[in-house]
């Protein structure tokens, strides 16, 4: 017969495989191999992209930054977020990423094919080795994932990393308070 202590470190143990499991089911890496070249990308998001930039005519840099398309069950549309930090390399002008960062953006595809920017920021490109700026988290809110932006404090004293989950309003995407 087992002892209570052998039954409780069985349980104990159980419970963390099946946390653990559930944990990192639960995020999908946004900088992994689906990344791809923006060129690759549907030709009417990147001319949304460039519209909403404000440039008049395509500029390479905008084609050197790459894309993600996002379509997990039971997501109403696809979500394609583009990071533009691929162009921190490129010495022309005009650039992508300044002293805030490199922009990151993200479009919502509509049934008629147009493309709606649901968010856009500056993400930092200095982060601690093997973190990500962007996780696509399971947990859908109006039919679209939620974000996890990964960035490091502004402190210069004490930087440490802070990750903040933003969820679709039905709109764009804001600022949520869901647990990790």
Known sequence: MMSRAWKFLILAISLLIVTSWWFFGNLKDAVSHDWQPLATAPPALIQQFQKDLGWGKQCEAILKSQFLQVMQPGQVAPLYLIDAGSTIRLS??????????????????????????????????????????????????????????????????????????????GNTYTQNLIRN
Do not use: W
């Not at 982060?127 to 700026?133: A, G, M, R």
């Open 92 to 169: 022309q002008r005009p650039s992508l990423c300044g002293q805030m960062g490199c922009l990151f953006a993200g479009y919502l595809q509509r049934e008629n094919k147009s493309f709606q920017q649901v968010t856009s920021g500056y993400l930092s490109q200095s982060l601690p080795s093997k973190t990500n700026k962007v996780e696509v988290v399971n947990a859908q809110i109006n039919g679209l994932p939620c974000l996890r932006f990964n960035q490091l404090s502004q402190s210069r004293f004490d930087p440490h990393l802070v990750s903040v989950i933003y969820c679709f309003d």
